[in-house]
């Protein structure tokens, strides 16, 4: 073994500039890392022979570990050291360490280093199981080779010996991470290293092989992905070269930027995005698969269990290590439906088909398609798979292997495509299986929010209707154009295909058809109006339309990102549900308003002059407190009172009236940060008005901070006071980082005179910024209009806010509606 590391080929090191340069002209990450990793041991060796040699002559090594014993430093890595020593360092030693780290720092690296004995780096470190796994990949650099000849031969005896615990911490690592990204590779705006299907799953199969060489796991697996390697490589140098430093976020603004580089294929960022999906699905599949092909034997406990699971073979599967397997497997040349079937048992034991199960059918893909390709009665069969308890893990495996693309050909056209709308954070195909695995997660829901929809859900008489519409509803965006008329003309295709009966495709079609309306109606109509319960009704015709509607929306916001199903939406989905229910049914509340006839004097002089909509929006507990409320109006001229309620905050205030005072308490809530959900404004006889903001505090300062809370409603008081302005409080909120010039939405602004039966309802659709709606309803103000109703949504940075507006107490003109088009798109330009 050699005193040092042979080195110093005479060739002068590349600077970080140079690599940075030769990279964006080639695109080759090999060179790239090379390059790096070359430069770092040329400052390491360098800084041990500088002032570790001569303190320590004997006794310690150098060793390159992790990504740098790999050769694969990347241009922000982190750089991994070792020293390897043969007692722990003291006195002058240390200070020679000391100034070996240091030279190391002004260097340029970003150092982690440990300090351990060979006996050390040849235990299990429960707490500290990543020096183990660094170890797989250790390298010599410099110093005492008969020290580093004892570890060489300890650790390879010590890997094989632990080799199943070994395997088993990488699977505790692995899974955890794979959960904080929810299983999932289909991320709009993906981290390559950490997400599933990202860099860290491909140095999981190099470590397995480490491991557990003698399960071939390399040649099973990571020779098939070297593209894949190169691929997800090129990404990450690009990504570090951009930010200058170790970022792995691939997000909308980089994706734009990379597709532009000289060294891709010109082309959209959704096209090499897609191609992306491919690279991490081929990872992630193998990475999931060489995991469990390696932990070898389990706990008595998990075996018990498992071989109790095995009692679920039949005549067609057998069931091992909870996968199922085919036994007869050359019977699907001849017998294509046995696939279904096997993925019927699937859907109903929730289980995952066998490696080997899952290589027969991609053999035998073609005879499969062939199968499904014309016309014939395969309706019944996919119905048993639709009606299945797991029948999105069924999906999910037919997805993985063909099948669902040889069964509906249409669903190509979504696999991996990425839709950029700043809003979803999966690929269309992924939005669609989880939009049907949110539906069976209600079966188990203990959240009383949720509840309300499961028992829904326990209601309907065929959910394989509901999963083939959640399945197809967006099929149509691969097409271009608009989405759900394209999706309905595929839908068509497929259910003439499988033979489906024209009742059942009556429904599916329906729910296709109309699957935007209830969430629209959720944040884009007053659903206090008499006019927009006669809306809903229309739209669903039925009962059972309404369920199946209501549910397939509920799927429909729950698999757009993990918390767009908020609170709120919930408790707004369900308000949706039951105004249209009532309208359905006829059972509207409609003695309420003769009982308050008969009100006490101080209560019916209070609500004379407000609109007949104020008794069906509160309860006769609310009104009372509005009318002590009013008590203080006489006394100090406002007075403000903020509950919490559904995940949000709701902020009455009542004052006396005034031009701009809405503007006004808007503007305050944006300049404290606030996300207004909701908004209604009422006046009565006498000049008092009445305003309710329903909104989200995103930074949690209320709640972290009691104090804040009454320095809140105080700040609203002076403001409605004329004690304080709007726009010295918005001063003082920070501006948020625009989003990409490829993703700026313009303003659009709509009216609709029939959406209500006094008003005028005015839509802006405009980019999301600190104050938009202060500035949307001062100038409606400006132009005369009484604000009836406000209703605000906001998705990702798109702000989406309708109001109900009357100027004389009628609807707008035409004229007027110009005039005011054009004040807000003026002032709603990004």
Same mark, same amino acid.
């Given at each position: 073994?050699?005193?040092?590391?042979?080195?110093?080929?005479?060739?002068?090191?590349?600077?970080?500039?140079?690599?940075?340069?030769?990279?964006?002209?080639?695109?080759?990450?090999?060179?790239?890392?090379?390059?790096?990793?070359?430069?770092?041991?040329?400052?390491?060796?360098?800084?041990?022979?500088?002032?570790?040699?001569?303190?320590?002559?004997?006794?310690?090594?150098?060793?390159? *570990?992790?990504?740098?014993?790999?050769?694969?430093?990347?241009?922000?890595?982190?750089?991994?050291?070792?020293?390897?020593?043969?007692?722990? /360092?003291?006195?002058?030693?240390?200070?020679?360490?000391?100034?070996?780290?240091?030279?190391?720092?002004?260097?340029?690296?970003?150092?982690?280093?440990?300090?351990?004995?060979?006996?050390?780096?040849?235990?299990?470190?429960?707490?500290?199981?990543?020096?183990?796994?660094?170890?797989?990949?250790?390298?010599?650099?410099?110093?005492?080779?008969?020290?580093?000849?004892?570890?060489?031969?300890?650790? +390879?005896?010590?890997?094989?010996?632990?080799?199943?615990?070994?395997?088993? $911490?990488?699977?505790?690592?692995?899974?955890?991470?794979?959960?904080?990204?929810?299983?999932?590779?289909?991320?709009?705006?993906?981290?390559?290293?950490?997400?599933?299907?990202?860099?860290?799953?491909?140095?999981?199969?190099?470590?397995?092989?480490?491991?557990?060489?003698?399960?071939?796991?390399?040649?099973?697996?990571?020779?098939?992905?070297?593209?894949?390697?190169?691929?997800?490589?090129?990404?990450?140098?690009?990504?570090?070269?951009?930010?200058?430093?170790?970022?792995?976020?691939?997000?909308?603004?980089?994706?734009?930027?990379?597709?532009?580089?000289?060294?891709?294929?010109?082309?959209?960022?959704?096209?090499?995005?897609?191609?992306?999906?491919?690279?991490?699905?081929?990872?992630?599949?193998?990475?999931?698969?060489?995991?469990?092909?390696?932990?070898?034997?389990?706990?008595?406990?998990?075996?018990?269990?498992?071989?109790?699971?095995?009692?679920?073979?039949?005549?067609?599967?057998?069931?091992?290590?909870?996968?199922?397997?085919?036994?007869?497997?050359?019977?699907?040349?001849?017998?294509?439906?046995?696939?279904?079937?096997?993925?019927?048992? *699937?859907?109903?034991?929730?289980?995952? +088909?066998?490696?080997?199960?899952?290589?027969?059918? @991609?053999?035998?893909?073609?005879?499969?398609?062939?199968? !499904?390709?014309?016309?014939?009665?395969?309706?019944?069969?996919?119905?048993?798979?639709?009606?299945?308890?797991?029948?999105?893990?069924?999906?999910?495996?037919?997805?993985?292997?063909?099948?669902?693309?040889?069964?509906?050909?249409?669903?190509? $056209?979504?696999?991996?495509?990425?839709?950029?709308?700043? !809003?979803?954070?999966?690929?269309?195909?992924?939005?669609?299986?989880?939009?049907?695995?949110?539906?069976?997660?209600?079966?188990?829901?203990?959240?009383?929010?949720?509840?309300?929809?499961?028992?829904?859900? #326990? &209601?309907?008489? @065929?959910?394989?209707?509901?999963?083939?519409?959640?399945?197809?509803?967006?099929?149509?965006?691969?097409?271009?154009?608009?989405?759900?008329?394209?999706?309905?003309?595929?839908?068509?295709?497929?259910?003439?295909?499988?033979?489906? /009966?024209?009742?059942?495709?009556?429904?599916?079609?329906?729910?296709?058809? $109309?699957?935007?309306?209830?969430?629209?109606?959720?944040?884009?109509?007053?659903?206090?109006? +008499?006019?927009?319960?006669?809306?809903?009704?229309?739209?669903?015709?039925?009962?059972?339309?309404?369920?199946?509607?209501?549910?397939?929306?509920?799927?429909?916001?729950?698999?757009?990102? +993990?918390?767009?199903?908020?609170?709120?939406?919930?408790? @707004?989905?369900?308000?949706?549900?039951?105004?249209?229910?009532?309208?359905?049914?006829?059972?509207?509340?409609?003695?309420?308003?003769?009982?308050?006839?008969? #009100?006490?004097?101080?209560?019916?002089?209070?609500?004379?002059?407000?609109?007949?909509?104020?008794?069906?929006?509160?309860?006769?507990?609310?009104?009372?407190?509005?009318?002590?409320?009013?008590?203080?109006?006489?006394?100090?001229?406002? #007075?403000?009172?903020?509950?919490?309620?559904?995940?949000?905050?709701?902020?009455?205030?009542?004052?006396?009236?005034?031009?701009?005072?809405?503007?006004?308490?808007?503007?305050?809530?944006?300049?404290?940060?606030?996300?207004?959900?909701?908004?209604?404004?009422?006046?009565?006889?006498?000049?008092?008005?009445?305003?309710?903001?329903?909104? &989200?505090?995103?930074?949690?300062?209320?709640?972290?901070?009691?104090?804040?809370?009454?320095?809140?409603?105080?700040?609203?008081?002076?403001?409605?006071?004329?004690?304080?302005?709007?726009?010295?409080?918005?001063?003082?909120?920070?501006?948020?980082?625009?989003?990409?010039?490829?993703?700026?939405?313009? /303003?659009?602004?709509?009216?609709?005179?029939?959406?209500?039966?006094?008003?005028?309802?005015?839509?802006?659709?405009?980019?999301?910024? /600190?104050?938009?709606?202060?500035?949307?309803?001062?100038?409606?103000?400006?132009?005369?209009?009484?604000?009836?109703?406000?209703?605000?949504?906001?998705?990702?940075?798109?702000?989406?806010?309708?109001?109900?507006?009357?100027?004389?107490?009628?609807?707008?003109?035409?004229?007027?509606?110009?005039?005011?088009?054009?004040?807000?798109?003026?002032?709603?330009?990004?």
């Amino acid at each position: 073994m050699p005193h040092a590391a042979a080195t110093q080929s005479g060739r002068s090191a590349l600077t970080r500039e140079d690599i940075k340069e030769r990279f964006l002209t080639t695109g080759n990450p090999s060179e790239a890392l090379a390059g790096r990793t070359e430069a770092a041991e040329r400052i390491v060796i360098g800084g041990y022979y500088q002032h570790l040699a001569a303190a320590y002559p004997r006794g310690m090594a150098v060793l390159a *570990v992790g990504g740098f014993g790999r050769r694969e430093l990347f241009p922000h890595s982190d750089v991994d050291v070792l020293l390897l020593v043969d007692k722990q /360092p003291s006195g002058e030693v240390r200070e020679a360490l000391s100034a070996f780290l240091r030279e190391l720092w002004d260097g340029g690296l970003r150092l982690s280093h440990s300090v351990h004995t060979p006996r050390e780096c040849c235990e299990l470190h429960e707490q500290n199981i990543e020096l183990n796994i660094s170890l797989l990949d250790e390298r010599f650099l410099a110093g005492d080779g008969e020290l580093y000849g004892r570890l060489k031969e300890r650790l +390879p005896r010590f890997v094989q010996a632990q080799s199943q615990i070994l395997v088993r $911490r990488l699977g505790n690592l692995t899974r955890p991470r794979h959960a904080r990204y929810q299983n999932t590779i289909y991320h709009l705006e993906p981290n390559i290293k950490e997400t599933p299907g990202g860099l860290r799953d491909l140095h999981l199969l190099h470590w397995l092989d480490r491991v557990r060489s003698d399960l071939g796991v390399r040649s099973e697996w990571l020779e098939s992905l070297e593209r894949s390697w190169n691929f997800i490589a090129s990404l990450r140098c690009f990504l570090h070269f951009r930010s200058g430093r170790d970022d792995n976020a691939l997000s909308f603004d980089a994706q734009e930027e990379i597709s532009a580089s000289p060294f891709l294929p010109a082309q959209e960022p959704e096209g090499w995005m897609r191609e992306y999906f491919f690279h991490a699905r081929a990872i992630y599949r193998a990475a999931t698969r060489a995991l469990e092909f390696s932990e070898g034997r389990n706990s008595s406990l998990l075996s018990e269990f498992r071989n109790w699971r095995s009692r679920l073979s039949n005549a067609d599967f057998t069931v091992s290590r909870e996968r199922v397997f085919l036994k007869a497997p050359q019977r699907l040349a001849y017998d294509p439906e046995l696939v279904m079937r096997l993925f019927q048992f *699937v859907g109903r034991h929730g289980l995952k +088909p066998a490696l080997e199960t899952e290589r027969r059918i @991609q053999e035998l893909l073609p005879v499969i398609e062939r199968h !499904y390709a014309g016309r014939g009665p395969h309706w019944a069969a996919l119905v048993e798979t639709l009606e299945q308890p797991n029948a999105s893990q069924a999906l999910t495996a037919m997805h993985e292997t063909g099948v669902l693309q040889a069964v509906f050909p249409e669903w190509k $056209r979504i696999e991996c495509l990425v839709v950029r709308d700043f !809003y979803h954070r999966y690929t269309v195909d992924e939005h669609s299986l989880l939009a049907i695995r949110s539906l069976e997660d209600l079966r188990a829901t203990t959240d009383p929010l949720r509840r309300r929809f499961a028992e829904i859900l #326990a &209601e309907i008489e @065929q959910p394989e209707l509901l999963n083939l519409a959640l399945l197809l509803h967006d099929s149509g965006k691969g097409a271009g154009g608009g989405h759900i008329e394209a999706s309905l003309e595929l839908a068509g295709q497929a259910m003439e295909r499988i033979q489906m /009966p024209l009742r059942e495709r009556a429904v599916v079609r329906f729910l296709i058809e $109309r699957h935007l309306e209830l969430s629209g109606a959720m944040t884009g109509r007053d659903l206090d109006d +008499p006019s927009t319960a006669v809306f809903l009704a229309g739209c669903v015709e039925t009962l059972e339309r309404l369920k199946y509607l209501t549910l397939l929306t509920y799927a429909d916001v729950s698999a757009v990102n +993990p918390s767009a199903m908020s609170p709120w939406r919930l408790e @707004q989905l369900w308000r949706v549900y039951t105004t249209a229910y009532r309208e359905l049914t006829k059972e509207l509340e409609t003695g309420r308003i003769g009982e308050l006839a008969a #009100a006490p004097p101080e209560k019916a002089q209070f609500m004379e002059g407000f609109p007949v909509r104020y008794l069906r929006t509160h309860t006769p507990e609310e009104i009372d407190r509005h009318v002590q409320m009013e008590r203080l109006v006489r006394d100090k001229g406002v #007075a403000v009172d903020l509950v919490r309620t559904n995940g949000a905050y709701e902020v009455t205030i009542l004052a006396r009236d005034r031009p701009f005072l809405f503007a006004s308490l808007a503007g305050a809530l944006a300049g404290f940060g606030m996300n207004i959900l909701r908004a209604e404004a009422f006046a009565n006889k006498r000049g008092v008005i009445l305003d309710t903001f329903e909104f &989200e505090d995103p930074a949690r300062t209320i709640e972290l901070n009691p104090s804040e809370e009454e320095r809140f409603c105080v700040t609203l008081e002076r403001v409605a006071l004329q004690k304080v302005r709007a726009r010295d409080l918005l001063k003082n909120r920070p501006k948020p980082k625009p989003p990409s010039t490829g993703s700026r939405i313009q /303003p659009r602004v709509t009216f609709d005179s029939a959406a209500s039966e006094g008003a005028t309802l005015v839509e802006i659709v405009a980019e999301d910024r /600190p104050g938009l709606l202060y500035e949307l309803s001062r100038s409606l103000s400006e132009a005369g209009c009484n604000i009836e109703v406000v209703l605000v949504d906001t998705e990702a940075h798109k702000a989406i806010d309708v109001f109900y507006v009357t100027v004389g107490g009628r609807k707008l003109t035409p004229e007027q509606e110009e005039a005011l088009r054009q004040s807000l798109v003026a002032v709603s330009q990004p």
